[in-house]
């Protein structure tokens, strides 16, 4: 990838999860339920891991260190799910 592109395209993806996380945010607020939440934290955290990736120019030593924060992201996302579709208890 073109080296002059690359913090254009992390930027540009950075936005788009930051509007993916207002969107949660707003449904969030409106309804209260922890999935938006959860889903809304993800991509905040996406989004920061984007800006950092576009600001710097990671080496292959920090290369690891962006993936464990986003495997955090997705784990974020699956519990979410999870959290969302385990039984409720009964009274």
């Known amino acids: ?3 002059e592109l690359y913090p ?5 993806v950075a936005m788009a999860s930051l509007v993916a996380t207002l969107f949660f945010m707003r449904f969030w607020w409106q ?9 809304a934290a993800a991509f905040a955290l996406d989004s920061l ?4 990736l ?4 990671p080496s292959d030593e920090l ?9 955090v ?18 009274r």
């Open 1 to 3: 990838m073109d080296l």
């Open 49 to 52: 891991t984007r800006i950092a």
């Open 8 to 12: 254009m395209l992390m930027g540009a």
């Open 31 to 39: 309804t209260h339920d922890p999935l938006f939440l959860f889903f």
């Open 63 to 71: 290369e690891p260190l962006y993936y464990l924060v986003r495997l």
């Open 73 to 90: 992201m997705f784990g974020l996302i699956i519990a979410a799910i999870v959290h969302k579709n385990r039984p409720r208890r009964s």
């Open 54 to 57: 576009g600001l710097s120019h």
